[in-house]
Each structure stands twice: as structure tokens, then as C-alpha cells.
């Protein structure tokens, strides 16, 4: 967990200390980065999330049933976040509108940490025939750390323009505690018994149907026209087999 935590943390302090050292970025680098991430995270929502969701031994219907709620959740959260997570990088916003970008990421962030509480807590693989490939979280940890890049670089965009550059670091190093927080959350609450397995599966359900939210706007999005782009065609593609290889010879 000591690992996750730091890994989670200086992932989102290194992508946004970029927009210090990288102020005239070029976008269609960052909006390649953000293919990149979003092709990752819905093929390990749809590869490995969903089908050991199912395969948990919770009721199908209302698996799905949470899947859904996560969907719309993730939406109401976008509003709140003006979409950053998939490539809205406002410029203009106010002190009010920074803080709102801010705490719609958080509360998406620390949903995002909680699949990194106790993967054991799962027992997929008690629950799968002939399930010998037991998962240790490190496909999952990947994909949100790759999630987070974009997100973060978007953030501290925002932020540097919108607040002074010490009220800019510190809402980026509370960004960077968010996922470790909902990690460490979900765990102390599971071993305090206030947590049951049950509720770990429905707030994995909520953060997939998240994934696919946050996913299918970046695919969405990055072809408005939808005219194929080929260099976009392939970061979808590169992603999709990295994810295929995490999940199936890893």
C-alpha cells in the first residue's frame, strides 16, 4: 500500500509540475497523451473490471444497476469538474470555477483509490471456473496512473492560471492525496467491519461505470468530425494491447 501511495502521489505532483517547465505546450501532444489514457482505461474496465464484477458472485442485475449509477455519477461530477479528465483545459476560470474543476476531480480521484484498497477483498478468482491468474491490482494501478497524468497536467493549468502559484501547489498536493486517501479509506473502514465485501463491490461498480464515462467522452471527443486520424488510431490501439497484455501474459 506504502508503494500505491507514493506512486499515486508523485505521479500527479511530476505531471503537473510539467506545466511549470512546459507553459507553451503543444495541445495535440496532450491530447494524444489523453487517447492514450482513456483507450488503457476502458479496455481494462471492459478486459478486467466488468467481467470479474460480474463473475463476483453479486446479483447481475443490480451490478449493472450500480455500473449505471457510476455512469450518471461521473456525469454530474464533470460538471463540477468542467470535463478536465477528458480534455477541457479551461483558462478563464475564476477562483470560484478553479475550486469547483477542484473538488469534482477530488471526489473522482478518491472514488478511483478505493480499487486499490484490498483487491483480495474481491475473491474473483474463487468465483470464476478454471480462474488460475489472480490479479494483484497492478493493471488496475497502471491504468489509473496513466489516467492521472492528463488530469493532473490539465489541473495545474488551470490552476496557474486562475490562483497565485502557492494556492496553485497546494490544491495540486490535496489533488495528489485523493486517490491514496480512498485508498487507505476503503481499507480502514473494511478492517473496521463498517465496510462489507458488498459495499467494496458496489463502489467498484461505481468507479467502472466512471471509466467508461470518463473513456468513451475522450474517444468521443478526439474525433468531433468523425473523420479518422490515424496517429490517434494508433495511441488507441498501442493502448488497447498494452492493456491486453497487463491483463492476459502479465
Do not use: C
Request: aromatic letters at 12%.
Amino acid at each position: 500500500m506504502v508503494i500505491n501511495f507514493l506512486l499515486l502521489f508523485f505521479t500527479v505532483i511530476a505531471a503537473g509540475s510539467l506545466v511549470l517547465f512546459f507553459p507553451n505546450y503543444k495541445e495535440r501532444y496532450y491530447k494524444l497523451a489523453l487517447v492514450f489514457a482513456g483507450s488503457y482505461l476502458f479496455s481494462i474496465t471492459i478486459l478486467h473490471l466488468i467481467p470479474e464484477l460480474f463473475s463476483s458472485g453479486f446479483p447481475p442485475h443490480r451490478m449493472g444497476l450500480w455500473i449505471l449509477l457510476g455512469f450518471i455519477l461521473q456525469q454530474i461530477l464533470d460538471y463540477l469538474s468542467s470535463g478536465i479528465e477528458h480534455g477541457h483545459l479551461q483558462h478563464g476560470e475564476n477562483r470560484i470555477g478553479a475550486i469547483t474543476i477542484m473538488v469534482g476531480l477530488f471526489l473522482h480521484a478518491f472514488l478511483e483509490g478505493t480499487l486499490l484498497s484490498h483487491s483480495e477483498i474481491m475473491g474473483f478468482s474463487n468465483h470464476i471456473p478454471n480462474h488460475d491468474h489472480s490479479h494483484n491490482g497492478s493493471t488496475i494501478l497502471l491504468g489509473i496512473l496513466i489516467h492521472k497524468g492528463p488530469a493532473a497536467f490539465a489541473l495545474a493549468a488551470v490552476l496557474i492560471n486562475s490562483l497565485s502559484k502557492k494556492w496553485a501547489t497546494l490544491l495540486l498536493v490535496i489533488f495528489a492525496l485523493a486517490s491514496p486517501l480512498g485508498m487507505i479509506s476503503s481499507s480502514v473502514l473494511y478492517d473496521s467491519g463498517l465496510l462489507n465485501r458488498e459495499g467494496v463491490i458496489i463502489s467498484y461498480g461505481l468507479v467502472a461505470g466512471g471509466f467508461l464515462h470518463i473513456s468513451t467522452t475522450i474517444f468521443f471527443e478526439s474525433s468531433p468530425h468523425h473523420k479518422i486520424k490515424w496517429n490517434k488510431l494508433f495511441v488507441s490501439l498501442l493502448a488497447a494491447g498494452l492493456a491486453i497484455a497487463s491483463e492476459f501474459l502479465i
